[in-house]
């Protein structure tokens, strides 16, 4: 990306003077039925920690809380008209991206980045679900690493989609994670987030965030909770989310772990469907209006 801020300052200054008064993010998604991930769990994400979310719809899953039974992926032209009408009207500030489900729509979704350079560009490489339900067409893959992922200024791959992208086994613990350092970073020259959450025997959930030249350790305590849905959309958005805020990536990255942590936490308050329910993205209340 052309503003891409330095990811290894600490400091929180603006990071242009594109930031509006309101922090405008785009996430351009696949929309999940369900509401616990996707579009949906975006947009609330993005509202909960205090920026204004608009959205780019790429694909309309047929889902819940058990799995994904069909998906449909917009028509390029509309996708295309979608991100036109956005991008002409709205000062957008930071882009996040979740499911692209095909080549062709990787492609349109990657020139009108190109067309439009927006100041932060997050990529979030859906492929698989929890369940096990693919999310992007094996095909796919190879134009996702060559056209997309160069261009964030952060991809954030949970450990099975960074074992796709790189070609390795699964990891299954932290030293495994740590193996894939040196793979990742021919992905993205600017910042990878490892996502550790799959590591259910370890007692704390680690991220691992890959910067050029060194790389961070975000501890969390893990919550026992099978409510887990829509995490990486949460914690991708979160952190589109701070950076249009004018957070540094290292301050952003760390304040969305925060986020979803809690967002985990309080999980259990909420009783959603007979699977995997969602994070409670709004874990600090509702005001009623009088």
């Known amino acids: 990306m052309s503003h891409f ?23 351009i998604a696949g929309s999940d039925s369900g509401g616990g991930a996707g579009i949906q769990a975006d947009i609330k994400a993005i509202s909960a920690t205090g920026s204004y979310a608009c959205s780019v719809i790429t694909a309309i899953t047929a889902q819940n809380t ?25 000062n957008v500030v930071a882009v996040k991206v979740g499911m692209l489900a095909d080549s062709d729509i990787i492609n349109v979704v990657t020139n009108k980045i190109k067309q439009y350079q ?9 492929m698989v679900t929890r369940n096990g339900d693919l ?21 954030t791959p949970n450990l099975p989609e960074a074992a796709l992208l790189v070609g390795c086994e699964i990891p299954q ?16 020259e600017h910042a990878i987030l490892l996502k550790g959450g799959y590591l259910t025997q370890d007692e704390n959930s680690n991220d691992l ?5 060194q790389v961070h350790h975000l501890n969390a305590k893990r919550i026992n909770t099978g409510n887990t849905h ?11 989310s701070y950076l ?12 969305a772990k925060k986020y979803i942590t809690k967002a985990i936490s309080h999980a259990d308050e909420l009783q959603i469907g007979n699977g995997h329910g969602p994070v409670n993205h709004f874990f600090n209340g509702h005001r009623d209006v009088r």
């Open 5 to 27: 801020t330095d990811p290894t300052s600490t400091t929180e200054n603006t990071a242009s003077n594109q930031i509006s008064s309101t922090p405008i993010v785009l996430t």
């Open 66 to 90: 058990l799995g994904v039974s069909a998906i449909f992926p917009i028509p390029l032209e509309h996708v295309a008209k979608q991100l036109d009408a956005v991008f002409s009207d709205l």
């Open 118 to 126: 927006p100041t932060f560009l997050v990529v979030d490489p859906v």
């Open 135 to 155: 999310l992007l067409q094996p095909s796919a893959i190879a134009t996702l690493k060559s056209a997309l992922l160069p261009m964030a200024n952060i991809i």
């Open 173 to 188: 613990n932290e030293a495994q994670m740590t193996q894939m350092v040196s793979a990742l970073r021919q992905l993205n």
């Open 209 to 213: 965030l890959i910067l050029p030249k």
């Open 230 to 240: 829509g995490t990486g959309c949460t914690l991708s958005s979160a952190i589109a």
């Open 244 to 255: 249009a805020q004018g957070h540094a990536l290292l301050p952003a990255v760390q304040r």
